[in-house]
């Protein structure tokens, strides 16, 4: 499946404490996926692009981030063509890859949320296609990048996310979330 490394240390080792912000990503992967009737298990965040059987439809959003030590960044959604045939039907590519950009500007739109309670605010842009080899290419650099991965029973989702503040920055502030679904104008 791949190395499941981190730069500060090994997150595979079974007393590995997940942080804040891995809780709030991956469970907003779960829930976004579980809202639409498909399971995803969440593995242990990973360091780099070593995954076997990378995702075949890339989407990204870039996002400015109103924290301390953070500024601007990227969410990465790589979901398999199967899943999305799952989840959209007999629907055209064109229509599915669509639905991918929904699938990515909801999973950022749920992370926006759960930040909230931290005051800590995104602004989230639009949605793109990426290819999915500029995106294998991009993670070889050196960047701060967390990738996390769910298996689906169709495969493999990928998200990459720069730019996000790190666990140590962020303090709870008991700002309410609003319910997830909702428009925010912040």
């Known amino acids: 499946m ?4 981190s730069t500060a240390h ?4 079974p007393s590995a404490a997940r942080g804040c912000m891995d809780s709030l990503v991956q469970g907003s992967l779960v829930d976004l996926f579980s809202a639409y009737s498909v399971a995803v298990a969440p593995l242990p965040r990973m360091a780099g692009p070593t995954v076997a059987g990378f995702p075949d439809i890339c989407v990204g959003i870039a996002f400015k981030c109103a924290a301390r030590d953070c500024d601007a960044g990227r969410l990465t959604l790589s979901v398999p063509s199967l899943l999305l045939k799952h989840m959209k039907g007999d629907e055209t590519p064109s229509i599915q890859l669509d639905w991918a950009r929904e699938l990515a500007s909801q999973l950022i739109g749920r992370i926006k949320n759960r930040l909230l309670p931290f005051a800590t605010r995104l602004e989230i842009g639009s949605s793109s296609t990426i290819n999915v080899r500029d995106l294998q290419d991009r993670l070889q650099g050196p960047l701060d990048v967390r990738v996390y991965a769910g298996r689906t029973l169709r495969g493999l ?8 503040p790190r666990d140590s920055s962020l303090k709870y502030e008991g700002t309410p979330a609003a319910t997830e679904g909702t428009l925010l104008w912040l």
Do not use: I
């Open 157 to 164: 989702v990928l998200v990459t996310l720069e730019g996000l």
């Open 10 to 13: 090994d997150l595979s080792a």
């Open 2 to 5: 791949g190395r499941y490394l």
